[in-house]
């Protein structure tokens, strides 16, 4: 049975690349402004993955003027981890940094585990469908806890 929808959700993954936009975009996609929704990453070292926007464009969302950010730079621009109601960690790392940063408030930490497509497949097209695997994980998921109208 899908849950209440949160008033506020964060999602997290290593680098805010792939994963955390992907999930970031669908939300927003999926629950417009019904839902106040944020990505971070463990570190922000890279840019947003260009199959992570094509894969996501097909599907109507636009991730091209995403820009990757950390926690700590999320927490720097003045958004407080602590007025999230749901941090959604998509990696590993993110859950134990998220873990980590949110010991000391009553916050719920989710792990949601899904595949990184990064570094999989050896052509454009395959490389393509490991993502679109990974953006219907994410969408999968979405729907399964919160079932859009």
């Not at 993955?49 to 464009?57: E, H, L, N, Q, S």
Request: glycine share 6%.
């Amino acid at each position: 049975m899908p849950a209440d929808l949160p008033q506020s959700v964060l999602f997290c993954c290593d680098h805010n690349a792939v994963r955390s936009p992907m999930a970031e975009g669908i939300m927003k996609k999926l629950f417009g402004f019904d839902v106040y929704v944020q990505s971070v990453g463990v570190i922000n070292d890279l840019e947003i993955d260009g199959f992570a926007i094509a894969v996501c464009k097909e599907i109507g969302v636009e991730l091209a003027r995403h820009r990757s950010r950390s926690f700590d730079e999320l927490e720097q621009s003045g958004e407080a981890l602590a007025g999230f109601d749901l941090v959604v960690a998509l990696s590993p790392a993110s859950q134990r940094r998220a873990l980590e940063l949110t010991r000391f408030y009553h916050l719920t930490v989710e792990y949601w585990q899904i595949m990184d497509p990064t570094g999989l497949g050896e052509t454009r097209e395959q490389k393509l469908n490991v993502y679109r695997q990974t953006r219907d994980q994410i969408l999968g998921q979405i729907e399964q806890r919160w079932s859009p109208a």
